[in-house]
C-alpha cells in the first residue's frame, strides 16, 4: 500500500465521519453567533439612541433579534452568549478529540509498523529506532489536523461570512479587505519557505541528539568503567551548540513572522480607517449609518485574532509536512508477513540451503559465498565457526529475519522465499543471547500468555532447571527481571531462555553455545533432558569449538 498525507488524512476522516461532520458543525454555528455578537450591538445602539439603519433591519429575520425594548433585547443578547459558548465548547472539545484519535491511530499504526519492519532496516541509522523519538512528529501531525486544517476550515468559512456581510454594509470596504487578506497570505507563504529549510534542519538535529543520549545510555556502563565522560560531555557540548545555532536561526523568522502578523492586520485595519473616513467626508450620501459604522468596526475587531491565526497557519502546515513526510518514509519501508500466513509443520522436512549468497546492506564483503548444506529432520547438527565466520547470520537467515540475495533456502519442498515469517517462526525455537529477555517478570519473560495450566508447566520447568543453582540464584516466576534481564545472572538468562524455547514445543530448536554460562551440574541435567528429545526435534547447535555430551550426527564447520 502507498502512502500519501491526504490518504492517510482522508482514511481517518471516512473512519470517523460522525464526529467531524459534527465538529464542523458545531464550528460553523459558533462562527455565525460569533459575527450576531457585533450585529446584536448595531440593534444595542439603534434602541440606546434611537438611530435606525436599513441595512440592520435586514437581520430581522432572526428569532428574536428585532427586539422592541431594552429587556428583550438583553434576553436575546445573553441567549447568544450562551449558544455561543455551548457550541464554542463542543466544537473545542471535538477538534481536541479529532487531534486526539489522530495521533492514536497514527501511533498504533506506527508501532504495528515499527514490529513489522524487516530486520535490515533496524541496522540502518536513524530509522531503526524512529519510534523511541516518534512522539514530535505526532505532535506536529496532530497540530496539522487540529489547527492546519479543522479550524482553518472554520476561519476561512467565518472569514468568509464576515467579509460577505462586511460586503452587505460597503461593497467596496468589502472587496478592499477580502484583496488584504489575499496580499498578506501571499506574502507570508513567501516567508514561510525560508521557514521550511531551518525547520527540517532543525528537526533532523534534534533527532540525532536523541539518538546520541540512546546510545550513551546504553552504552552507560564501558562510558563509566572507560571515565568517558569529557569527551562525551564534549561531543554532546558540540551538537548542543549546532542545535542553538539553528534554533537561533528558527526563532529569528518565526519572531518575524508573529511580529509582521499583528502589523499586517493593524495596516489593514488603518487602509479600512482612511476609505471609511474618505468616503463619510467626501460623499454625505454614501456616508455610514451610526449604527453601521458601529457594526462595521466591531466585525474587523472580532475577527482580527481569527486572521492572524489564518495568516499563521502555513507554519503548521510546513511542519507538518515535514512530519508526515517522516511518517510516510516509515510507513513504506519494507516489511515482513507480506505471504499469508499458513500453518505448516516444519519439523518433519529437511532444511535446505541451495547455492546461497548473502552478504550484509552496505557491505562489499559477503558473509556466505555458495553456502550448500542440508539438515535433515530430526537430526542434531553442529555448527562450528569462529567469530565472526557468520553463526548469527545463518541463525537469521534460517529464521528469514533476513533473506539470501541469491540462492535457496528451502524446508523439504517448501522455498523459503514463498512462506510467511510467521510460518517458519512457527516451527523454531531459539535460545542466543541474540533473542533477549524482555518482560516484567520470569513468567512473562518465558511464556507470553497468563493462562494458569502454562503457569503449571513453566514453574515445573523452571524449577527442575534451576534444581542445581544456590537457593540464593533460584528464580520465582514472578522475581523481577530488569530491563532486558538486566537484573540477572548470564547463567540465570540462559536457563530463562531455555525455559522459552522449551515450553513452545516447537519442532527445531536452535541452540547458540548450548552449554555456555551454565554450571557443569546444570550442564549435565541439560544435555539429558535434550538427549531425551532428541529423536522427536531438529537440534542445530552453533558453537566457536566442538560441543561434549550431544549425539551429534553431522558436524558443519563455517
Ligand atoms: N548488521 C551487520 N551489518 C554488517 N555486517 C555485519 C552485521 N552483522 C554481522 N556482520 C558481519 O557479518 C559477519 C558474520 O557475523 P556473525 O555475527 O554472523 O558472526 P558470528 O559467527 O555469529 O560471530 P560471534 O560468534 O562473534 O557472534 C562478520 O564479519 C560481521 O562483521
Known amino acids: 500500500m502507498s502512502y500519501t498525507k491526504w490518504s492517510i488524512i482522508n482514511t481517518f476522516a471516512a473512519k470517523n465521519i ?12 459558533y462562527n ?79 508501532f504495528t509498523n515499527q514490529l513489522q519492519i524487516s530486520m535490515d532496516v533496524y541496522d540502518k541509522k536513524g530509522i531503526g529506532k524512529y519510534l523511541l523519538r516518534y512522539s514530535g512528529d505526532l505532535k506536529s501531525i496532530q497540530n496539522y489536523m487540529k489547527n492546519g486544517l479543522i479550524r482553518f476550515a472554520q476561519d476561512v468559512v467565518l472569514l468568509g461570512i464576515v467579509v ?33 529549510t531551518v525547520s527540517l534542519e532543525r528537526r533532523n538535529k534534534r533527532s540525532g541528539m536523541l539518538s546520541f543520549v540512546n546510545t550513551r545510555l546504553r552504552g552507560i556502563m564501558a562510558l563509566k568503567a572507560f571515565n568517558k565522560y569529557r569527551p562525551e560531555e564534549k561531543r554532546y557540548q558540540k551538537r548542543s551548540d549546532n542545535l542553538y545555532n539553528i534554533g537561533k536561526r528558527y526563532v529569528k ?90 500453518e505448516i509443520a516444519l519439523g518433519h522436512k529437511e532444511i535446505i540451503f541451495k547455492d546461497v549468497i548473502f552478504g550484509y546492506p552496505d557491505t562489499n564483503k559477503p558473509v556466505f559465498k555458495d553456502l ?85 508447566k513453566a514453574k515445573f520447568l523452571l524449577e527442575h532447571l534451576q534444581q542445581h543453582e544456590d537457593a540464593k540464584n533460584q528464580l520465582q516466576l514472578g522475581s523481577k527481571i530488569g530491563d532486558m534481564g538486566c537484573n540477572l545472572t548470564s547463567g540465570q538468562q540462559k536457563i530463562l531462555m531455555y525455559c522459552r524455547a522449551l515450553l513452545t514445543r516447537k519442532p527445531i530448536l536452535i541452540l547458540e553455545e548450548p552449554l555456555k554460562e551454565l554450571n557443569t551440574k546444570t550442564q549435565k541435567l541439560l544435555l539429558h533432558m535434550l538427549k531425551s528429545i532428541q529423536d522427536q526435534k531438529t537440534l542445530i547447535l552453533l558453537d566457536d569449538h566442538k560441543v561434549q555430551g550431544f549425539d551429534i550426527d553431522k558436524v558443519h564447520y563455517f
Open 18 to 29: 460522525i464526529l467531524v461532520t459534527l465538529t464542523l458543525f458545531t464550528g460553523l454555528l
Open 32 to 110: 455565525v453567533l460569533t459575527i450576531l455578537i457585533p450585529i446584536s450591538i448595531g440593534k444595542f445602539y439603534e434602541l440606546s439612541f434611537g438611530f435606525s439603519s436599513h441595512r440592520l433591519a435586514a437581520f430581522k429575520f432572526i428569532p428574536f433579534m428585532d427586539a422592541p425594548d431594552f429587556n428583550s433585547f438583553l434576553v436575546f443578547f445573553f441567549s447568544l452568549v450562551i449558544l455561543r459558548l455551548l457550541f464554542e465548547y463542543l466544537n473545542r472539545f471535538g477538534i481536541g478529540l479529532i487531534g486526539e484519535r489522530f495521533s492514536k491511530t497514527l501511533r498504533e499504526q506506527l
Open 164 to 196: 460577505v456581510a462586511i460586503g452587505y454594509f460597503d461593497t467596496l470596504l468589502g472587496v478592499i479587505i477580502a484583496c488584504c487578506i489575499l496580499i498578506s497570505s501571499l506574502v507570508l507563504w513567501g516567508i514561510n519557505k525560508a521557514l521550511y
Open 253 to 342: 523568522i518565526v519572531a518575524f513572522l508573529q511580529a509582521i502578523i499583528p502589523a499586517i492586520t493593524y495596516g489593514m485595519l488603518g487602509i479600512i480607517m482612511v476609505y471609511v473616513f474618505s468616503s463619510t467626508h467626501d460623499d454625505i450620501t454614501k456616508s455610514f449609518q451610526g449604527a453601521s459604522l458601529l457594526v462595521l468596526i466591531l466585525l474587523i475587531i472580532s475577527i482580527l485574532p481569527v486572521l492572524r491565526r489564518s495568516l499563521r497557519v502555513s507554519i503548521i502546515w510546513k511542519l507538518g509536512d515535514i512530519s508526515f513526510s517522516k511518517l510516510i518514509a516509515i510507513f513504506s519501508l519494507p516489511k515482513e508477513n507480506q505471504l499469508p500466513f499458513e
Open 372 to 456: 550448500k548444506l542440508s539438515i535433515p529432520p530430526q537430526n542434531t547438527i553442529l555448527f562450528q565457526g569462529k567469530s565472526g565466520s557468520g553463526k548469527s547470520t545463518f541463525i537469521r537467515l534460517l529464521l528469514k529475519l533476513m533473506s539470501p540475495s541469491k540462492g535457496q533456502i528451502l524446508y523439504g519442498d517448501h522455498c523459503c522465499s514463498e512462506l510467511s515469517e510467521k510460518t517458519i517462526r512457527k516451527n523454531v525455537a531459539i535460545v542466543s543471547k541474540d533473542f533477549p529477555l524482555y518482560g516484567r517478570d520470569v513468567y512473562e519473560a518465558i511464556v507470553y500468555n497468563r493462562k494458569e495450566h502454562n503457569k503449571e
